[in-house]
């Protein structure tokens, strides 16, 4: 059974930072891209970033470009999102979520097959 647990959200204040991970388990990790994506109040999930099982990161969405950092141990079976100069507009639940096998990962979320329960993130201005 396919199974992604998020862990690290929480309550932050404005310019801090959290580190956000994904443990995997039921799948070869290291076959599998990796996303993350977030979903605020009243807003359409939205792709922030994936990694492919080789380490090659996709683009960054513009809102957290330059801020996000995705990275990932095929030994941990965990992927990792490195969140930085975080905003009150960065609040929302995150998910991590996996493509199918060896699928090229990219931004519809219909494009991917297993999801994470996700984890609160709320950033106080």
């Known amino acids: 059974q396919v199974r992604l647990a998020e862990s690290g959200g929480g309550l932050v204040q404005a310019g801090g930072s959290l580190r956000l991970s994904c443990a995997a388990s039921?799948?070869?990790?290291?076959?599998?891209?990796m996303g993350w994506f977030r979903q605020a109040p009243g807003k359409e999930r939205e792709f922030l970033v994936a990694?492919?099982?080789?380490?090659?990161?996709?683009n960054y969405s513009d809102s957290v470009k330059g801020r996000f950092i995705i990275s990932r141990n095929n030994t941990k079976n965990t992927v990792y999102l490195q969140m930085n100069s975080l905003k009150p507009e960065d609040t929302a639940v995150y998910y991590c979520?996996?493509?199918?096998?060896?699928?090229?990962?990219?931004?519809?979320?219909?494009?991917?097959?297993?999801w994470g329960q996700g984890t609160q993130v709320t950033v106080s201005s």
């Open positions: 979520a996996a493509p199918p096998s060896l699928r090229e990962p990219r931004m519809a979320k219909d494009d991917y097959r297993y």
């Open positions: 990694v492919k099982w080789s380490g090659a990161i996709t």
């Open positions: 039921g799948i070869t990790f290291s076959r599998y891209a």
